[in-house]
């Protein structure tokens, strides 16, 4: 039924939960997963009338997420791996993290997405806002919510 999942990772201790979680569905389905990491695009507010300060500030960002990035997926992999799961590793920089993530999705071919969440309270969900909310709302896919 599910053979090809998606999963999205930030580095937080939820991340360390989607890997653990997701490894385990795999392994009960006998799928596979793409793991992805969306890192956030430089805001625009550090645009600076200083061309090339504002260039250094974007390589020295993009640097940064580069190395982020490639250190959780390779731990996800190693985990995967471990646990005889095949796993693939993507990455992308962008403004809009849930956008992203079920584009990424549908384009990696997975049939389901599988997310942790924070179980914020209403409240929360107010002040912070929720890309599992926005995951769920913009995709076509099936959204398995972890907690």
């Given at each position: 039924?599910y ?6 990772v930030?580095?937080?201790?939820l ?47 993009e ?50 997405i ?16 929720s ?17």
């Open positions: 039924m053979k090809h999942l998606f999963v999205p930030d580095g937080s201790e991340s360390r939960r989607a890997m653990e979680g997701s490894i385990e569905l795999a392994l009960q389905l006998g799928a596979r997963i793409t793991g992805f990491v969306v890192e956030p695009d430089l805001p625009l507010s550090t645009a600076t009338g200083h061309g090339e300060e504002f260039l250094e500030r974007v390589k020295n960002h640097s940064k997420n580069e190395a982020h990035a490639s250190a959780l997926l390779g731990q996800f992999e190693k985990r995967a791996s471990t646990a005889g799961v095949e796993f693939t590793a993507h990455k992308a920089t962008a403004y809009r993290v849930a956008q992203t993530v079920v584009e990424a999705a549908e384009e990696s071919g997975c049939d389901m599988v997310i942790v969440t924070h179980g914020r309270s209403r409240v929360g969900k107010f002040v912070f806002g890309h599992t909310k926005d995951i769920i709302i913009g995709s076509k896919l099936p959204v398995l919510v972890l907690r």
